[in-house]
């Protein structure tokens, strides 16, 4: 065990000694530490990195409860308010008839699910993750406006998806239990109180931070550190008074947000550490869940990543933006860059570690086979899709540029990454 972990670190440093000439050949870090997990998995890789349930559930929890409280401290609310109102329609319409199409599709489609495990796979897959269509969230040639939208809805879905992720576990898990513990009431009851809870802590410590730093009590560099533990604090003390940690970190984020001012140089500590540990998620992702995953791989979970990508993402986005003014072309490419990524991956080794194996055998699958297509396809299409969609909308000059999108970081790529990209394009380099 000890030579894998050295071999782990060893892979991360070289990764981040060659993570920008990866990009280039479309290479990102979700693609290449999922065929890395792979060749470490156990049975299928060279190596058997087999880690045990608790370290699995503790990573996964303490990755997701970092992402949410950075992708939603990070938004600056006075910057979207001239988009408000297409934002709004993709997050408060888009988003719950992805969830109830995804559901009906899910009991229609796949054998023997109950409705909560439908309405699970259908939450667990509604959150999308911009980081996966990376060429296309820094191509210049992209309508700053429409990128901003892409990556504004991708941190904002996966906070506003997870109180339903939740209450369909609690669901699945009641059902196939004769205890009371987890019931989709005691679900709500957590919900309520890690949404308070976490507005709450999320304001007092914006408020604290912000007196702290105008009385030189406190430096920006030292702070990242305090609100790296902020972010977690949200999420542990909630639970221990009965919240849900996922939400309490979540509503905590945006509240801090909005009153400190989401300032860069104090998030980005918090952004980077998150953005580690997910990359250790991508890894246990391929060493763990595709493995066991594919072992019960059904032609019925196949169909429904399949149409989980296209048909419920695209339709569900038309919808919500019909009578937007978009044009069509930019609705299908809103569409169509709906990559499901980071948080489908967590809600997934979730259920693998709380759901007994014929609970998760069932639905596990399909998110894992989600994700993977998902990887593969907006891997692939990022680049030229990118390119064809700019020039045509630089023709139509539809849509305006709107505001810049460079104050909101995409997930997972570092500023100077994304400076590299950027002069990347603008030279004409791949």
Aim: hydrophobic share 55%; with cysteine.
């Amino acid at each position: 065990m000890d030579g894998t972990f050295s071999l782990i670190l060893l892979l991360l440093f070289l990764w981040s000694l060659f993570s920008q000439r990866l990009a280039r050949v479309e290479l990102s870090a979700p693609v290449t530490f999922v065929l890395l997990g792979l060749l470490l998995s156990e049975g299928i890789g060279v190596l058997d990195l087999a880690p045990s349930p608790g370290t699995v559930r503790t990573l996964a929890e303490v990755t997701l409860a970092w992402v949410l409280f950075t992708d939603a401290a990070r938004l600056s609310f006075r910057a979207l308010r001239p988009e408000l109102g297409l934002y709004g329609r993709l997050l408060l319409l888009g988003l719950p008839m992805c969830i109830g199409l995804g559901t009906l599709l899910a009991m229609g489609l796949l054998p023997g699910v109950s409705g909560w495990a439908a309405l699970y796979v259908a939450a667990a897959l509604a959150p999308t993750d911009a980081a996966l269509g990376a060429t296309m969230m820094v191509d210049p040639v992209v309508p700053a406006r429409i990128r901003r939208l892409i990556n504004v809805e991708s941190g904002l879905n996966d906070g506003i998806a997870t109180p339903f992720v939740v209450l369909a576990l609690a669901g699945v898990a009641a059902a196939g239990s004769a205890s009371d513990t987890h019931t989709p009431g005691g679900a709500l009851v957590e919900l309520a109180i890690g949404l308070v809870y976490g507005a709450l802590l999320g304001l007092m410590a914006g408020w604290l931070l912000r007196l702290g730093l105008r009385r030189g009590w406190a430096t920006e560099d030292v702070a990242g550190t305090g609100v790296l533990a902020l972010a977690l604090l949200g999420y542990t003390s909630a639970i221990a008074i009965g919240g849900n940690g996922f939400v309490a970190a979540f509503v905590a984020g945006l509240a801090f947000g909005s009153t400190h001012g989401a300032r860069r140089p104090v998030l980005l500590f918090v952004e980077q550490t998150a953005s580690l540990f997910s990359v250790l998620v991508w890894l246990l992702f391929g060493a763990v869940l595709v493995p066991a995953a594919f072992d019960h791989l059904t032609w019925q979970a196949a169909l429904y990543a399949v149409l989980s990508l296209t048909v419920v993402r695209m339709m569900a986005v038309a919808l919500a933006l019909a009578g937007s003014g978009l044009d069509g072309k930019t609705v299908l490419f809103v569409g169509w860059f709906g990559p499901r990524g980071l948080a489908s991956v967590i809600f997934a080794l979730l259920a693998v570690e709380e759901l007994a194996p014929p609970a998760w055998q069932s639905i596990v699958p399909v998110v894992a086979c989600t994700v993977l297509l998902s990887v593969v396809a907006h891997g692939v299409s990022s680049a030229p899709l990118a390119q064809r969609y700019g020039k045509a909308s630089a023709v139509t000059g539809v849509p305006p540029a709107g505001p810049a999108a460079d104050d909101l970081p995409i997930r997972g790529m570092g500023a100077g990454a994304v400076r590299a990209r950027r002069r990347g394009g603008r030279e004409g380099r791949p």
